[in-house]
C-alpha cells in the first residue's frame, strides 16, 4: 500500500509539475547523501558526530588547531569525496531540460546540481561552494583543488600574497549568506508558483525562509523529505520517501502527461 501511496502522491506532483509555469526547486543536504556526501541532521549527519561550534567562523578564525581540523578533513576528501550526481539530481537538471524549471535554490556547497547538468546562471548556491577558498586577508579566491594539492606539505595553509588565512569559500555559521544570491533567489521564490523542497530540515535560517516567501506569495509547495519539517503543514503534497526513488517516479508521470 505505501507504494501505492508514493505512486498517487508522485503523481500528484507531476500534475503540479505539469500546470506550472515558474517551478522553483530548493534543495539540502538530503538530495546529496545518495551520492556519498553525509548530511548534517539526519540518521548519521555530521553533526551527530562533529561539533557544529567548530564550523562557526569566530572558531575557524581564533583558533589554528580548528583550521588544521578542517584542512585535514578535506585533505582525507571527508566531507565531499569526489562524490558524483545521483538520480535526484539528473531528474532537477531534466526538468530544465524539458523547459519546466526556473531554477534550483541549493543549501548544498557540492557542486553536484551543476555537475548534473544545470546551468550554473540558474543555480543559487545560498551557501557558496567547496570548488574554491578565500583568502580572509586579501580577499582572493583560489581553486580548492590548488590548496588541497599543499596539504601533503603543509597543515596549515596560508595565502601565498599575503599570508592571509585561507578558509574554504562555503558560509559558516555566524557568517553572511552571499547576498546577491539571497536577493535573487528569494525574489524567484516570490514570483513561483511552486517550489518543490527536497532533502532538507528547513532549520536554518536565512536559508529556510525560501519556500516560506514562496508559500506567503501563493505558490503551491511539495515537500519530499525523510523525516518531518517545520512546514509540512504547508504542503500541497508531502511525501515522505527517498529524493531519488521519489524523483524518479515523479519524472516518468511528468514525461507521461508532457507526451500526451
Ligand atoms: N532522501 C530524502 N531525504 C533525505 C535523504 C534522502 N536520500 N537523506 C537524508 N534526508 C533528509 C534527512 O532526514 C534530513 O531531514 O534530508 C534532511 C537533511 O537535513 P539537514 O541535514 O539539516 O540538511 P540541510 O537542511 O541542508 O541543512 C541546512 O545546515 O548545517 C547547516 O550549512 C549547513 O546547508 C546546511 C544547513
Redesign the pocket.
Known sequence: MVNADMETLAEQVAELIDKSQRLVVF?????S??SGIP?????D???TKMD?ED?TIQRFVARPEVRKMQWKLLAEGGLLKDARPNI?HYAIAELEKLGKLDCVVT???DNLHQLAGNSPEIVFE??GNMQYVRCLGCHRRLPMAEIIARLSVEDLPECEHCKGILKPD??F?GESLPQLVLSEAARRATQCDLCIV???????YP??SIPMYAYDAGAKVVI??????PMDSKAAVRIE????E?MTKVMRQVKRKMSK
Do not use: C, Y
Open positions: 534543495t539540502g543536504a538530503g538530495i547523501t545518495e548530511d548534517f541532521r539526519g540518521k549527519g555530521i553533526w557544529p564550523f535526484a543549501q548544498n556547497i545560498l551557501h562555503a558560509v555559521f527536497i532533502g532538507s530540515t528547513l532549520v536554518v536559508a529556510a519530499i523529505n525523510i523525516g518531518a519539517t520517501g527517498k529524493a531519488g521519489t
